[in-house]
């Protein structure tokens, strides 16, 4: 178990040493890896930690980017927007959820998908707002203390220590009393309501928190790419983030962190393969799902009980 | 008003054609509490055979016998023995993640192995005009309304009225009881999966003449189809033919009268109503899951 912790310590000083050594798309698709794991922690939360369907993760991040985009060519600063897409989405979550969660479990994965299906048309078609599909470009990079975050690697270190403290964040939401109430609640539904926790009442704020962190990760995803347009805000792109948690492990802290780093940057590695990458990806999730349901971090726990 | 009853009219015949994508889904649904999510796929797939087959020289009626055939095989027994069986014990969760997964699968052999770009595809019905009063239609639409209209009637029949069809029912309603009764489940749940995939291959025969054969025309029948089958009530066999349609006439009048920017947008508030306020959908009862 010791090796736990000093394993963790190296892997975030080999990340934070990586950009040294990549050229600028490099650095961009690690930025990107970051701004993903932002939202599948969020994702994480809903999915695996409150045992609840989505499958609208990117309307979040699509809302908290554009709130962003917007907002910021309107001249205000990062500083605020950023905090103000993570509470919009946070709200737009208990609205939705509400609704949702009152019928059977299953019905959240149905009302979430339509509602991105909603969310895109809205992107697409309302130019006047959004700009359509030809989406919203010059974003600017917020500037931190005066310094400028404008260079790729800069931006990078910027997103990384952000995820990192999004992630304490999370860490201690989940080892909270409250948190604690929330894994009760996935593995016993009725012996968790028999003491005394409100299903209702947690699951909802799960859905929302984790609608929150994927506004939050829109916001940089926002002044990361510095245009967006609807495509990466559709239903296929929520179906990637499901399976970048369950890929990973689904409830298990470092899964997304896996299950990103798989989505995003190995088809870069496997580019040669072109389209038949995601046929094998395809194939590998129904894989998984038969021999490895926990995801890919099972591994070693499966290991130890043979 | 002769606009509005040719696009109701048109409207339904797709709406038609989605009530047969949608029937599939809820009869998987009932016998196997499987929630396919590559429903879409299992429509694109079978385009693509009949496509292949046609590219050896067969005739269309060949073609269509052998994507049958093909579709039972690999949609049915297949998808049955080798991803339904080992996961369903597991809930719900594993399998709809193991059915995107074959989705994006499935999608992506057919790009990387067949090709990227449109195909078009055969149509069994003349698209020649029928004037009908003030309304004209096409022999398609009539065709296809017709055809849609009497496999789900036969399907309807066979479930009620047959002793196969009865037992097929008895399974969905309650497993154990079925059991005790002396009928073989796993043959009737096996049945239900064969149904499913030819109502496949015969929705991509219909639907394919319009959406040209593309790797991802399985993404909007697919979604078309969970619609449907969710407003009209995803444990009700009817009810996926009253969503189908009002998916199909909704879409229409919105495109025409509304906005053709969101032409899906009223059946999917519709969809998000009827899943929000009255989730066994509008012909469904209220559902009692077994344990």
């Known amino acids: 178990m010791k090796l736990g912790p000093i394993a ?19 650095v961009y698709l690690l930025t990107l890896w970051c701004v993903y794991l932002m939202a599948g922690m969020g994702l994480n939360l809903t999915v695996g930690y409150a045992g609840q369907m989505s499958i609208g993760h990117a309307a979040f991040l699509g809302i908290g980017a554009y709130t962003a985009a917007i907002l910021m060519k309107m001249g205000l600063s990062f500083w605020f927007v950023m905090p103000l897409a993570a509470l919009i989405c946070f709200f737009v979550g208990l609205v939705l959820g509400f609704p949702a969660l009152r019928v059977q479990h299953h019905y959240l994965a149905f009302a979430t998908l339509g509602f991105n299906v909603l969310m895109y048309l809205f992107f697409r078609n309302e130019e006047w707002l959004t700009g359509g599909t030809f989406g919203i470009s010059g974003i600017q990079r917020p500037g931190l203390l005066g ?7 800069a931006y990078f270190y910027f997103t990384y220590v952000s995820a990192i403290l999004l992630a304490l964040v999370l860490w201690w939401l989940i080892r909270s009393p409250w948190g604690r109430a929330f894994a009760a609640l996935r593995d ?21 928190i984790g609608a929150a962190f994927a506004g939050i990760a829109g916001a940089y995803f926002a002044a990361l790419v510095q245009f967006i347009e609807p495509a990466p805000f559709n239903l296929s792109a929520s179906l990637m983030m499901l399976l970048m948690v369950i890929v990973g492990g689904s409830g298990r802290f470092f899964g997304p962190m896996l299950g990103a780093a798989i989505v995003i940057l190995l088809p870069e590695w496997l580019r040669f393969m072109k389209d038949w990458y995601l046929v094998m990806f395809g194939l590998a999730v129904v894989a998984l799902m038969i021999w490895l349901p926990g995801g890919l971090l099972s591994i070693p726990e499966r290991l130890r009980r043979t | 008003m002769g606009d509005f009853l040719q696009l109701v009219l048109s409207g339904t015949a797709i709406g038609a054609i989605y009530a047969l994508a949608a029937l599939g889904f809820t009869l998987l649904w009932q016998a196997s509490g499987t929630i396919n999510f590559a429903q879409g796929e299992f429509v694109m797939l079978p385009a693509f055979i009949t496509l292949i087959c046609l590219g050896y020289g067969m005739p269309l009626p060949l073609a269509f016998a052998v994507t049958c055939l093909a579709s039972m095989a690999l949609l049915g027994v297949a998808f049955k023995k080798a991803i339904v069986e080992p996961l369903i014990r597991h809930g719900v969760i594993p399998l709809v993640i193991a059915t995107l997964g074959l989705s994006i699968g499935l999608k992506n052999l057919v790009k990387a192995g067949y090709s990227a770009g449109p195909n078009p595809f055969p149509n069994i019905f003349p698209s ?3 004037s009908l009063g003030p309304v004209r239609v096409s022999a398609y639409d009539i065709g296809a309304l017709v055809l849609a209209g009497l496999i789900v009637f036969a399907l309807q029949s066979f479930l009620n009225r047959t002793l ?11 497993t154990e009881a079925a059991t005790v009764l002396g009928i073989n489940v796993k043959r009737m749940v096996l049945y239900v999966f064969l149904i499913n995939a030819l109502l496949a291959a015969v929705t991509a025969l219909l639907v394919t003449p319009t959406y040209l054969a593309k790797f991802d025309m399985g993404d909007t029948i697919g979604l078309k189809a969970f619609y449907a089958a969710i407003i009209g009530g995803f444990n009700q066999t009817r009810g996926a033919l009253l969503g189908g349609v009002l998916v199909g006439v909704l879409e ?3 495109g025409a009268y509304l906005s053709p920017a969101y032409k899906e947008g009223v059946a999917l508030m519709l969809f998000l109503v009827v899943i929000l306020f009255k989730p066994e959908g509008l012909l469904g009862k209220a559902e009692e899951r077994k344990v």
Do not use: H, W
């Not at chain 1, 963790?8 to 050594?21: K, T, Y």
């Not at chain 1, 310094?147 to 690697?153: I, K, Q, V």
């Not at chain 1, 309501?193 to 859905?207: K, Q, R």
């Open chain 1, 8 to 26: 963790l310590g190296l892997a975030l000083v080999a990340i934070a040493l990586a950009p040294l050594g990549l050229k600028n798309y490099g």
């Open chain 1, 147 to 153: 310094l400028s975050l404008d260079g790729s690697a």
């Open chain 1, 188 to 208: 016993n539904p009725i012996r968790a309501e028999s003491l005394g926790v409100n299903i209702m009442a947690y699951t909802l704020l799960a859905f929302a």
């Open chain 2, 128 to 130: 020649t005009l029928i």
């Open chain 2, 164 to 174: 196969t069809g009865r037992a097929m029912q008895a399974c969905a309603q309650n």
């Open chain 2, 252 to 254: 229409n009048l919105t």
